[in-house]
């Protein structure tokens, strides 16, 4: 089992330029979350989807948007990359949507935008 | 509401000496506690969590913490530090009553010294 694949692992974008970063996870894990980590700020959850069809909101969502296009994949989109925007991305997935469960994460896309 | 205090944002130990990283938390809920690890340029890993079975929980490595409910604690200790313990170390708290939510500490990298 690869687990959480994440790519790209390294992207320079210039600002108001787009992308998408992909996600994977062959665990047949339920739900999955996207995460910003800062210097000195911990993990912020972006956005998640407790299950295949449904996405929420997390504590930052904004200047993103997210598809979940299977129980596998969970892609984050920016449309017009800002500078404020620079940071490294984590995808993560749990079996179920219990506050119990453990979260295993991707190796992290490295973003910076210029 | 939740959050969640890690007391330092570096602690610095010698190898073979005890390890204490300490967290406090606040929730509305009864929470659910984990400690994750962070390498280098890495993904995070599960070190433990609380589930509420048990106060004192064991978890890889020879790391574990204990849940005090009194102090709204959940410090992680390790007998004794080994080199390959210096990473980052996050302490989460999850609950999942009326939408899901995650907040990380802001970490605390550890040090070990030769």
């Known amino acids: 089992n690869a687990g959480v694949t994440q790519t790209p692992k390294f992207q320079v974008l210039k600002t108001g330029q787009s992308m998408t970063l992909q996600c994977a996870q062959d665990?047949?894990?339920?739900?999955m979350y996207w995460y910003r980590q800062d210097p000195g700020m911990g993990l912020r959850l972006i956005y998640y989807s407790a299950s295949e069809g449904t996405t929420d909101k997390g504590e930052v969502p904004n200047g993103y948007n997210v598809s979940r296009l299977n129980k596998r994949e969970f892609s984050l989109r920016l449309e017009s990359a800002a500078p404020s925007q620079t940071s490294v991305y984590f995808c993560?997935?749990?079996?179920?949507?219990?506050?119990?469960?453990?979260?295993?994460f991707g190796p992290g896309t490295r973003l910076t935008v210029l | 509401a939740q959050s969640v205090t890690q007391l330092d944002s570096h602690v610095s130990v010698s190898e073979g000496t005890p390890v204490l990283l300490r967290c406090n938390y606040s929730s509305s809920y009864s929470p659910s506690l984990f400690w994750y690890v962070q390498h280098p340029n890495k993904g995070l890993q599960l070190l433990l969590k609380y589930t509420s079975a048990a106060t004192l929980v064991k978890g890889i490595n020879g790391f574990e913490a204990e849940f005090k409910k009194s102090e709204t604690s959940f410090h992680l200790t390790k007998p004794s530090a080994h080199m390959s313990d210096a990473a980052e170390y996050f302490c989460v708290v999850t609950r999942n009553t009326g939408g899901f939510k995650t907040i990380f500490g802001a970490g605390t990298r550890l040090f070990v010294k030769a």
């Open positions: 993560a997935s749990t079996l179920g949507g219990s506050s119990y469960n453990e979260q295993f």
């Open positions: 665990m047949n894990h339920n739900s």
